[in-house]
């Protein structure tokens, strides 16, 4: 079993910078990657971004790219640094394990986080 816990949401203004953190815990593997995702009130939870634990290799949604940076340390936590944020990134943010790089289909990722909201003012 994984455990993830997110931290790190909040309330800010449209512009502003916030981050959240994943710490992982349990039966990792150094070969798994690690996802972001959110979901807005009424839509589908949507990819945001992946890093791999092994290589540090990312990826990207293309309405993120150029915003949002994925990072992770030794201490098995995982970081989305979100800048230059709109009133459309408000949503529950998920972190979010999977043993398959590149993936971006929810339904590919094992085990997930209770998610934290983060609410971008107008």
């Known amino acids: 079993q994984v455990q993830l816990v997110e931290s790190g949401g909040g309330l800010v203004q449209a512009g502003g910078s916030m981050r959240l953190s994943c710490a992982a815990s349990?039966?990792?593997?150094?070969?798994?990657?690690m996802g972001w995702f959110r979901q807005a009130p009424g839509k589908e939870r949507e990819f945001v971004a992946a890093?791999?634990?092994?290589?540090?290799?990312t990826y990207y949604a293309d309405s993120v790219k150029g915003r949002f940076t994925i990072s992770r340390d030794n201490a098995k936590t995982v970081y989305l640094q979100m800048n230059s944020l709109k009133p459309e990134d408000t949503a529950a943010y998920y972190c979010?394990?999977?043993?398959?790089?590149?993936?971006?289909?929810?339904?590919?990722?094992?085990?997930w986080g209770q998610g934290t909201q983060v609410t971008v003012s107008s």
């Open positions: 349990g039966r990792t593997f150094s070969s798994d990657v």
């Open positions: 979010a394990s999977t043993k398959y790089n590149y993936a971006r289909r929810e339904n590919l990722y094992d085990y």
């Open positions: 890093i791999s634990w092994s290589s540090g290799s």
